[in-house]
């Protein structure tokens, strides 16, 4: 049975400025005592996800909603195994599959065909398995005479489509998705919805980051408000709206 | 830097309770050599990797990665000779022993200076999908065991040229290779690490790097050094070229070379697991 559950996880970012990216200023500060670079430590603490407790089981189609820099996509990154919770712990059970950015694995120059082979791999399906599903995958995506074209000829919608299919073709038991993929056309969002649903349905696992509450309430059954890197509200999707929707309290 | 590092790391077991049914943490010994395995187990992915960076590279040209053994070629043929004048030397015992020491140095510095990469070119990957790390160094070492490949095959045709005999010793290449390859995977782990972390280990271990060609015996034989001797025979990177060197021209290598490398990539080997278990799970937050 897949799930994911999260105890006290935090997050946080060093960001190295120019001098604490150099070893030799760091170097300098140590036998210095910090006189000729005191720069080399200058790091700014990005604190990017506080104390997130989480549990997400058996058919959960979990929202995580909240505005730009809340915490969405670190959340996601660390569900998928990306980032290692610089502060509590993480428990995953599933296979994993996250649709995080468009851009991953993809050879601009190389067929459709061919990128469906090697963004599979990325997923840690092997070429042969791949091979067997391109024609299902192909037909899928609907792209027509284009999956023999170069994917530099795409538009950023087909190339949704492509991930999109690729990432679904082996029903995944915990799928990630951040908010890019809900960029598609309607007819394509129906079809990834109704792909969704046969796999959700069973024991499997949807996590979705985004803006786009209508959708966020057709697709989710839960969701969980971020706000400053902290879990401010949970519930269903409508409570949650409601809440992110609601003018913020002063204090 | 294991010391300086340290503090910038919040531990990860920190707050966890007694309580609960959460399995005990694994160790970060543990998690780092499942790492190790599960990248090596995905043969199929650096493998596949590996030949689209190559394919990459030569893409729109006929002769393809067969550039380089034809560039190999011509920079051998015309360095031996002029070479074999100025220090002296037979020109069929030379230029055999310059070509075969200019592959192997391409080799080792290749992947030495890829290593630097290692987290930093897939770092798109890396952000997005979690793959075993190790899998990045694999696929470094890989790419340049293909590009030492197809410049390796001058030498069955230099050895029909210069009438050299193949001699039995020529099984130690396959230990040679072996060895190397794994001293590459260390590297690339240990430097990619590093150099993550620290953008100016790039220039630094290039221009080591440009250093430590000219105090090797590539190009000019150890037994010129004359009293200086001893200078090769603590060079590991000298017992690298000549376990793979000598078999290949028919001579045993010499008595140092082998224990040297060994103990070289024991310790390599050694101290880089240790760095890999403890900052495995920064190289995310790095690249």
């Known amino acids: 049975m897949a799930f994911v559950r999260l105890r006290g996880v935090s997050v946080e970012f060093p960001i190295y400025s120019g001098g604490s990216r150099s070893l030799k200023k760091l170097v300098l500060s140590k036998t210095t005592q910090g006189n000729v670079a005191s720069d080399a430590r200058d790091r700014v603490i990005v604190q990017a996800l506080t104390d997130i407790d989480l549990e997400v089981g058996h058919g959960d189609r979990l929202a995580l909603v909240g505005v730009n820099g809340a915490g969405k996509s670190t959340l996601l990154k660390v569900l998928a195994g990306i980032f290692e919770p610089t502060r509590g712990r993480m428990q995953a059970e599933g296979r994993v599959s996250a649709l995080l950015t468009a851009q991953v694995g993809l050879n601009p120059e190389a067929t459709g065909r061919e990128n469906i082979i090697t963004r599979g791999m990325y997923l840690d399906i092997h070429p042969r398995a791949m091979r067997e599903h391109v024609d299902e995958i192909a037909d899928f995506t609907e792209l027509g005479y284009y999956i023999d074209m170069p994917v530099r000829t795409y538009s950023a919608g087909m190339i949704i489509r492509l991930c999109f299919a690729v990432a679904t073709a082996f029903p995944p038991e915990i799928l990630l998705m951040d908010e890019w993929i809900l960029a598609g056309d309607s007819n394509f969002l129906q079809k990834a919805r109704k792909r969704m649903e046969t796999f959700v349905a069973g024991s499997s696992i949807l996590v979705l980051a985004s803006h786009a509450m209508p959708l966020l309430e057709e697709w989710c059954n839960r969701a969980v408000l971020l706000d400053g890197g902290r879990i401010v509200a949970s519930g269903t999707v409508a409570e949650v709206a409601a809440r992110h929707e609601a003018p913020v309290q002063p204090g | ?287």
Request: charged share 10%; hydrophobic share 55%; with cysteine.
């Open chain 2, 1 to 287: 830097m294991v010391l300086l590092a340290q503090s910038e790391i919040q531990s990860a077991e920190g707050s966890v309770d007694a309580a609960g049914d959460w399995p005990p943490l694994p160790s970060r010994a543990w998690v780092a050599w499942r790492d190790l395995r599960a990248g090596l187990a995905r043969y199929w992915m650096w493998w596949a990797m590996a030949l689209q960076d190559i394919k990459l590279r030569y893409r729109g040209s006929t002769l393809g990665p067969f550039w380089l053994t034809l560039s190999m070629l011509i920079l051998a043929v015309g360095m031996g000779v002029i070479y074999s004048h100025l220090f002296h030397l037979d020109v069929h015992t030379y230029v055999p022993y310059l070509t075969v020491g200019l592959i192997v140095w391409q080799f080792i510095s290749t992947t030495t200076t890829e290593a630097c990469q290692t987290f930093m070119t897939p770092d798109n990957v890396i952000q997005q999908v979690p793959i075993p790390f190790s899998i990045h160094a694999y696929r470094v070492v890989c790419r340049n065991l293909i590009v030492l490949g197809h410049n390796l095959l001058i030498v069955p045709i230099g050895l029909v040229v210069l009438h050299i005999p193949v001699r039995a010793v020529i099984w130690q290449i396959v230990p040679a290779v072996v060895v190397l390859a794994l001293d590459g995977v260390w590297v690339c782990l240990l430097l990619g690490m590093v150099a993550a972390r620290f953008r100016d280990i790039a220039p630094i271990v290039a221009s080591a790097l440009q250093m430590t060609f000219f105090l090797t015996p590539v190009i000019w034989p150890a037994e010129q050094l004359g009293i200086y001797r001893w200078m090769a025979d603590i060079n590991p990177l000298y017992a690298a070229i000549d376990v793979l060197r000598a078999p290949l021209i028919g001579v045993a290598p010499a008595p140092y070379s082998w224990p040297l490398l060994a103990t070289f990539t024991a310790v390599g080997c050694g101290f880089t697991f240790l760095f890999f278990a403890r900052f495995r799970g920064r190289i995310a937050y790095w690249v």
